[in-house]
């Protein structure tokens, strides 16, 4: 069974370009998540998507968005980049729509803002 | 433990030797609890996952103990091996709400 994919791998940027970050679930999951994880620091929230819905969102500005297809699959939207954006973005797939259930990541997104 | 910035608790073995890590959760309603493995470079990798019901889960080497009194989460890994060097994160659930983070243990194993 394929994981978590992530695309692309690396992406590099310059401040206050735009930058878009795709993921796709473990085939069956419903939930897609997005964390950000800056160099040496935890993993924080940023948004989770179920059923192609906004379910909650961390304490990130409006900058920060996206959205869940029809597939399951999902996109996160970074505008007007700053240099502290510069992270590994992560994104995690779970078979349903509580919370308590496993989380599964993909391998990242390895974001580079110049 | 907490870890300030860049600088992440530690925790140094011998290959064989067991490892114990620690985490101290901060909602006492939390009920659900997951501890990760993140290899450098790579995205977190699920190694076991309790919930409040219970004190105590066992997998292939590695044992999740639950002490709900004192916020308490520990995980404990068996004839450590070079492959486990890396870093280690628990994190904590309520009900429907995502999951919550610790900052992480790096685990050495040396040969």
């Known amino acids: 069974e394929a994981g978590v994919t992530q695309s692309p791998t690396h992406l590099i940027k310059t401040r206050g370009q735009q930058a878009t970050l795709r993921c796709s679930p473990i085939?069956?999951?419903?939930?897609v998540y997005w964390y950000q994880q800056a160099l040496g620091l935890g993993l924080q929230f940023l948004l989770w998507?179920?059923?192609?819905?906004?379910?909650n969102r961390g304490n990130f500005p409006p900058r920060f968005s996206g959205r869940q297809f029809p597939n399951y699959s999902s996109e996160l939207n970074v505008n007007a980049l700053e240099l502290e954006d510069s992270a590994l973005y992560l994104c995690?797939?779970?078979?349903?729509?509580?919370?308590?259930?496993?989380?599964?990541f993909g391998p990242g997104t390895r974001l580079l803002v110049l | 433990g907490e870890s300030v910035g860049l600088h992440l608790p530690t925790l140094s073995v011998q290959e064989g030797d067991n490892s114990i890590i620690n985490c101290a959760y901060s909602n006492s309603a939390s009920d659900y609890f997951i501890w990760y493995k993140q290899e450098s470079g790579k995205g977190p990798q699920f190694i076991i996952d309790?919930?409040?019901?219970?004190d105590k889960r066992q997998g292939q080497r590695v044992t999740v103990l639950l002490n709900k009194t004192v916020k308490h989460l520990s995980l404990q890994i068996a004839a450590t091996q070079p492959g486990d060097s890396a870093v280690y994160f628990c994190a904590e659930a309520t009900g429907y709400s995502t999951l919550t983070f610790g900052k992480g243990t790096m685990l050495l194993v040396s040969p």
């Open positions: 995690a797939s779970s078979s349903r729509l509580a919370g308590g259930e496993a989380q599964y």
């Open positions: 309790i919930r409040s019901n219970m």
């Open positions: 998507y179920d059923e192609g819905e906004e379910r």
């Open positions: 085939s069956g999951h419903t939930s």
